[in-house]
């Protein structure tokens, strides 16, 4: 199958869902950025977005490279309660850079909000809204063609964030960052998905703070959820680009090495196409990634689904499909590794013989 740019005319977001069209999504921003020294963790702020447009760009550019179709606004973090007077100059720009990029290839431009930082202290429901809905204006006044609200722990502040996405008009959707045992309160990962598609959302599903393996159950218990209530929506997953079968209620941020020492715990590109053809066998359609998602998860994503979605994407122009390229090699037994077999069963190491497997958790 040869790489291609990608098929046709752009359609809209239900349209290519409703058609069983796999949409594939984007990967790691603020993790990656504050990787290659753009982004300042804490707040986890997207400041980069008017510092350093040139370094969003090329993030956006690979991952459109990779196979992704969706470029999501980096506006993370970028309500008015976290990033005072910047915060509109900073959306309207992400908005601007993420159609500039989408516009190379087959993509749509999805405005993003996530949860506040006022919920926790406040859950006053107007204030809460009123954040959200400055950061619907600006992405109405851009036309972005769809809406994502992404990374809330609890339902009740994602329903609110539904509820104001859906007045646009626009398609929403919405993804929870918990894990099995369901949100911050207690609310069932099932329950979560049956309130926010009554709140109006069209795709429903998790992303962030647990990785693929993780983020795949709590989806199988929303599609459960929403099949015992007789509701359909289309499902969304976008794991963590990390392995954290340790992690408690909280996800990752508990692990004791959040954010600076993940790297042992970073998933393969062969872990990751194991991911995307499991999401699909569950019935998720859109699947992408989160924090530790780089580029090239992105393409083992479209690797693996490239039969069903009908290409490869430019990026795979580089790269031998489960290790091909290896083909080529000087060393017999390294060519011996051109094959699909050899990955899918490796047990990689870690190369760390003082390290143990898992966490002690500090929360």
């Known amino acids: 199958m040869a790489p291609v740019g990608g098929p046709g005319a752009k359609k809209g977001i239900l349209e290519r869902l409703d058609s069983g069209e796999v ?23 997207p400041e980069a977005i008017v510092d350093h447009p040139d370094a969003v760009r090329q993030l956006h550019m690979e991952f459109l490279r990779a196979g992704s179709n969706v470029m999501q606004t980096f506006t993370f973090s970028a309500s008015e309660d976290n990033m005072g007077s910047k915060w509109e100059d900073v959306n309207a720009a992400a908005c601007d850079l993420a159609r500039e990029v989408a516009g190379k290839g087959d993509a749509l431009v999805a405005g993003g909000i996530s949860q506040t930082s006022m919920y926790k202290h406040h859950k006053d429901e107007a204030r809460v809204k009123k954040l959200f809905q400055l950061q619907l204006e600006v992405f109405i006044r851009k036309n972005v063609d769809f809406l994502i609200a992404e990374y809330f722990e609890h339902a ?18 919405v993804t929870m960052c ?15 998905a049956v309130k926010l598609v009554k709140a109006g959302a069209a795709i ?21 959820g929403l099949q ?9 997953v976008q794991s963590l680009g990390f392995h954290t079968p340790d992690c ?15 790297e042992p715990r970073v998933a393969t590109r062969w872990d990751i196409q194991k991911y995307a053809r499991e999401a699909y066998n569950l019935g998720v359609r859109y699947i992408g990634g989160c924090c530790g ?13 490239a039969p069903e979605r009908g290409f490869l994407p430019p990026a795979s122009e580089k790269h031998g499909s489960w290790g091909r390229g290896l083909n080529m090699h000087t060393k ?24 143990p497997s898992l966490s002690q958790l500090d929360a």
């Open 23 to 45: 949409v594939v999504g984007d990967g790691s921003f603020l993790i990656t950025l504050e990787k290659r020294g753009y982004v300042k963790a804490g707040l986890w702020t």
């Open 156 to 173: 009740e502040e994602a329903v609110w964030a539904v509820e104001v996405l859906k007045e646009s008009g626009k398609p929403v959707a």
């Open 178 to 192: 918990i894990g099995p045992d369901g949100d911050m309160c207690g609310v069932t990962p099932g329950e979560c």
């Open 204 to 224: 429903v599903g998790v992303n962030c703070r647990f990785g693929p393996s993780t983020s795949l159950k709590t989806m199988k218990l929303m599609k459960e």
């Open 228 to 236: 015992a209530a007789g509701l359909q929506a289309h499902l969304l």
């Open 248 to 262: 408690g209620k909280g996800g990752f941020v508990d692990l004791p090495e959040y954010p600076f020492g993940l």
């Open 293 to 305: 998602f780089e580029p090239y998860h992105i393409r083992a994503i479209a690797e693996e689904l």
């Open 332 to 355: 017999p037994w390294i060519r011996a590794r051109a094959r699909r077999e050899y990955w899918e069963n490796l047990l990689p190491a870690s190369g760390r013989p003082f390290c």
